[in-house]
């Protein structure tokens, strides 16, 4: 079972969110907040699978509960998936720096949402397509961090890395990759596990904006 933190300040969404994750049966609702400050509290009371929070609330934003409690100070890390309205926002590029699991937009279609829970849980992560290229692409403007050059991190990567990386920039999740390559799911989550640090990045959301931000691949490809 896997269990679901939520934190929303719009009563409808909520209760919207609520109703949706607690029909499927392998998904359990044990937490809903109002606002950030209660988000945190409860994050730490409950030790959830996956929080999924409103990147805008009362109190502590989405992504500042995020930070506490998936960054690295947090003792028992919670995977967090951020629901937002905006699709270009700067609250957005904040989420890919705080190194959450996933991001997705408010009003993508509710098997979306329910895919994105499983698929965080499991350690894979989620990007919305829709948003992906723009996003990440905007973000690339914006910001000069670069972890690892584009040269060395080639460099260090192996060609079926290389080749899982350009993949993940395209917003494919683990399971959509190895159908492409024809390979396990486990070998996937293997193979990026290993790019991460040779990135120096902490989440496939950065590795997709190193990729991004160091030009190996482009938003208009």
Same mark, same amino acid.
């Given at each position: 079972?896997?269990?679901?933190?939520?934190?929303?300040?719009?009563?409808?969404?909520?209760?919207?969110?609520?109703?949706? %994750?607690?029909?499927?049966?392998?998904?359990?609702?044990?937490?809903?907040a109002a606002d950030?400050?209660?988000?945190?509290?409860?994050?730490?009371? %409950?030790?959830?699978?996956?929080?999924?929070?409103?990147?805008?609330?009362?109190?502590?934003?989405?992504?500042?509960?995020?930070?506490?409690?998936?960054?690295?100070?947090?003792?028992?890390?919670?995977?967090?998936?951020?629901?937002?309205?905006?699709?270009?926002?700067?609250?957005?590029?904040?989420?890919?720096?705080?190194?959450?699991?996933?991001?997705?937009?408010k009003d993508s279609?509710?098997?979306?949402?329910?895919?994105?829970?499983?698929?965080?849980?499991?350690?894979?992560?989620?990007?919305?397509?829709?948003?992906?290229?723009?996003?990440?692409?905007?973000?690339?403007?914006?910001?000069?961090?670069?972890?690892?050059?584009?040269?060395?991190?080639?460099?260090?990567?192996?060609?079926?890395?290389?080749?899982?990386?350009?993949?993940?920039?395209?917003?494919?999740?683990?399971?959509?990759?190895?159908?492409?390559?024809?390979?396990?799911?486990?070998?996937?989550?293997?193979?990026?596990?290993?790019?991460?640090?040779?990135?120096?990045?902490?989440?496939?959301?950065?590795?997709?904006?190193?990729?991004?931000?160091?030009?190996?691949?482009?938003a208009d490809e």
């Open positions: 079972m896997i269990r679901v933190l939520l934190a929303d300040d719009q009563p409808l969404v909520r209760a919207g969110l609520a109703a949706l %994750l607690g029909a499927e049966a392998d998904i359990e609702v044990v937490g809903v950030g400050d209660e988000a945190l509290r409860m994050a730490d009371e %409950l030790a959830p699978d996956v929080a999924c929070l409103d990147i805008r609330m009362p109190g502590l934003s989405g992504l500042q509960v995020a930070e506490r409690i998936t960054g690295p100070q947090a003792s028992s890390p919670v995977p967090v998936l951020i629901l937002t309205t905006f699709d270009i926002d700067e609250y957005v590029f904040r989420a890919l720096e705080v190194g959450v699991a996933g991001f997705l937009l279609e509710p098997s979306e949402i329910t895919r994105a829970i499983r698929s965080i849980a499991e350690g894979h992560g989620t990007l919305d397509r829709t948003l992906t290229r723009r996003i990440v692409d905007e973000y690339v403007q914006r910001r000069q961090l670069r972890p690892v050059s584009a040269g060395k991190g080639l460099d260090l990567l192996t060609a079926r890395e290389r080749e899982i990386l350009l993949l993940l920039a395209q917003g494919m999740s683990n399971e959509d990759i190895a159908a492409a390559l024809v390979v396990e799911i486990a070998t996937v989550k293997s193979h990026i596990a290993r790019l991460l640090p040779k990135l120096g990045v902490r989440s496939r959301l950065q590795a997709v904006v190193w990729a991004y931000q160091n030009r190996v691949v482009t």
